[in-house]
């Protein structure tokens, strides 16, 4: 019983009820992921639309973090989201990924509402993102494991409500079969999606969410790369020039300025021991 009481209290969920918002914020994200999937006629639309957080968690960077970036900066952004559009819509017209809803590039392969969402969950990561960046390290002595069991007993809590008030899910509840479906494949999906939640935590305490984002694109190169090598899956010149922009736009931001004048800490301790935050700090 001691340890159970050793354990809440190191994880003062009273006094961090703040984890509640990117909480909220990463169950709207997820659902309305699968909202989409269930709309659009290919993955290739969300993962179109979705490449969008890279702009907007630099903008949140900068409006909730303080973060500055030059202008070459800015502009190598440009190019990082610039180099993962043109590269997917390559790989997915080399591999007729579509054949049977027409051409990636064309515009009704993007209807408004799937847009519209897809829209609003890449707010929302990058906007839950770059809070809990700002959680994080405004206790850098704190463990991650400890925060992230924090921020995920709030996620759990956030899903739960989500399962009760969809009426679907909630009568696979009610019937005892939650776990239907759960085969071997399946299991050790959600076990790679956990080990992904705890590198990305990693990179988010230790680095940004720009360095995240950043990663989370290479990560596309490098799946399309070993796809090619291992399970014949083409790509063209477009790919080639578009994969050269993106990693060209990486390169770009890290030399366009240094961590001095583009990444202030979120978090200011004066010589009196006082904290002082960014003027969003309260949110």
């Known amino acids: 019983a001691s340890g159970w009481t050793g354990f809440a209290n190191a994880l003062q969920l009273r006094r961090n009820w703040r984890y509640l918002i990117p909480a909220l914020g990463y169950t709207v994200d997820n659902n309305l992921r699968l909202v989409v999937l269930s709309i659009v006629d290919a993955p290739i639309t969300l993962l179109i639309i979705g490449s969008f957080d890279i702009p907007m968690v630099a903008a949140l960077s900068g409006l909730i973090l303080g973060r ?10 440009f190019f ?21 809803a027409g051409a990636c590039d064309d515009p009704r392969m993007y209807p408004l509402l ?55 899910e909630r009568r696979r509840l009610l019937s005892g079969r939650m776990v239907d ?5 399946v299991v050790t999906l959600v076990v790679l999606q956990a080990a992904y939640g705890l590198v ?6 230790h680095i940004s969410n720009i360095g995240r984002v ?11 790369v070993v796809s090619a090598a ?20 990486m390169a770009l931001f890290r030399l366009g300025g240094t961590a001095t004048d583009t990444e202030p800490p979120a978090v200011k301790i004066d010589r009196r021991g006082l904290v002082s935050y960014s003027p969003l700090e309260q949110v």
């Open 68 to 77: 500055r970036f030059t202008t070459v900066q800015k502009a190598a952004i």
């Open 80 to 100: 990082v989201l610039n180099g993962i559009l043109t590269s997917q819509i390559a790989a997915c017209t080399a591999n007729n990924a579509t054949r049977s």
């Open 114 to 168: 799937p847009v519209a969402l897809s829209i609003v969950f890449a707010f929302c990561s990058a906007f839950s993102s770059v809070l809990v960046e700002k959680y994080f390290k405004a206790k850098q002595e704190e463990s991650i494991h400890v925060q992230n069991i924090r921020l995920y007993l709030y996620t759990c809590v956030c899903n739960f409500l989500t399962m009760i008030l969809w009426p679907s």
């Open 181 to 185: 479906g759960f085969s071997f494949i």
């Open 200 to 205: 990305t935590a990693l990179i988010i305490k």
């Open 214 to 224: 950043f990663a989370s694109a290479a990560a596309v190169v490098v799946t399309t």
């Open 230 to 249: 291992f399970f014949g899956y083409r790509v063209n010149l477009v790919w080639i020039l578009g994969t050269s922009c993106l990693l060209g736009g």
